[in-house]
């Protein structure tokens, strides 16, 4: 467990669930809510120009803030956390629905949750991530970074996808079925566990290898350590690699996509009382009698 502390608690950074305007009456009364506690709220642009408010540039509002705020769903902060990624800043999920993996203060929590953070009484968990590149055949690398999961996938669901895996260069396996999830431990309770992957501590440093629609029941989901490199290729003519659900990047059969764990991960900001497997019993109705 780590013991960060944030250096100050001056200034929140938002942003908000997109293309949903009416969380505008919601926003103000949490932004009314830190200011209470005197902490001043920055609104991301994108966010603010939804709710016809002022806003600043994304950039600029992870420079200026002291921590980031999600106020949606695990996606908003799935998005900020990938966004943010080079800034550093620690980032807390205020949940505007059902309670999620990753943004766990609940709406009826904020007043607690602040008076806790000016106490200092909360955590700083650091979530390892993925980063890689699609390499392209005359040699151009694009770059991302990804939170939950990377998929390779035929944009076709109707068709099988062959996938080519090496790890540390070295080729072990050749999937066949509807695509490949790697997946971080944060990313194990998404796709990869609706297609039978396993479920993983989020602080522990491992990819998860977990096949889409196996067409041979041999195949199984596979962990290995964070610091191996994966390389992913195909030999269909189109195929697409998909980064948190959210972007998406065209493949040939001549690109390859390089997968490894992040040199730096992302930090979450949490209630100090927030227990990992209680969320777990609740999400997925563990220990329930049926």
């Not at 920055?42 to 002291?66: N, T, V, Y």
């Not at 996606?75 to 990753?102: D, E, M, Q």
């Not at 730096?264 to 990992?276: D, F, M, S, T, V």
Request: charged fraction near 25%.
């Amino acid at each position: 467990m780590s013991n960060q502390k944030l250096e100050q608690i001056k200034t929140a950074g938002f942003i908000l669930k997109p293309d949903d305007p009416e969380i505008k009456t919601l926003f103000e009364t949490i932004k009314a809510q830190f200011e209470a506690k005197g902490i001043s709220v920055i609104l991301a642009e994108r966010s603010a120009e939804m709710i016809s408010q002022r806003g600043i540039p994304f950039e600029k509002m992870c420079e200026e803030a002291d921590f980031l705020v999600s106020l949606g769903g695990d996606g908003t902060l799935l998005s900020l956390v990938r966004r943010s990624h080079g800034y550093n800043k620690p980032v807390v999920g205020i949940n505007a629905g059902n309670l999620g993996f990753l943004a766990d203060v609940t709406i009826e929590d904020v007043e607690s949750f602040l008076e806790q953070l000016i106490h200092d009484e909360y955590r700083i968990d650091e979530r390892m991530m993925i980063e890689g590149y699609v390499q392209r055949k005359e040699g151009k690398k694009e770059f991302f970074f990804a939170f939950n999961d990377v998929v390779i996938t035929r944009p076709v669901v109707s068709k099988m996808a062959t996938i080519y895996a090496s790890i540390d260069g070295e080729r072990f396996n050749t999937y066949k079925g509807d695509g490949l999830i790697v997946a971080t431990p944060t990313g194990s309770t998404a796709y990869n566990l609706a297609s039978g992957g396993p479920v993983m501590y989020p602080l522990t440093q491992a990819l998860i290898m977990t096949p889409i629609m196996a067409h041979s029941l041999t195949q199984r989901p596979l962990v290995v350590p964070a610091d191996f490199t994966i390389e992913l290729s195909s030999p269909e003519e189109r195929i697409i690699a998909v980064i948190d659900g959210q972007d998406d990047y065209e493949m040939t059969s001549e690109d390859v996509l390089v997968i490894m764990g992040a040199k730096r991960g992302a930090k979450l900001l949490h209630r100090k009382e927030r227990n990992y497997f209680s969320v777990l019993r609740d999400k997925l109705s563990w220990g329930d009698e049926h």
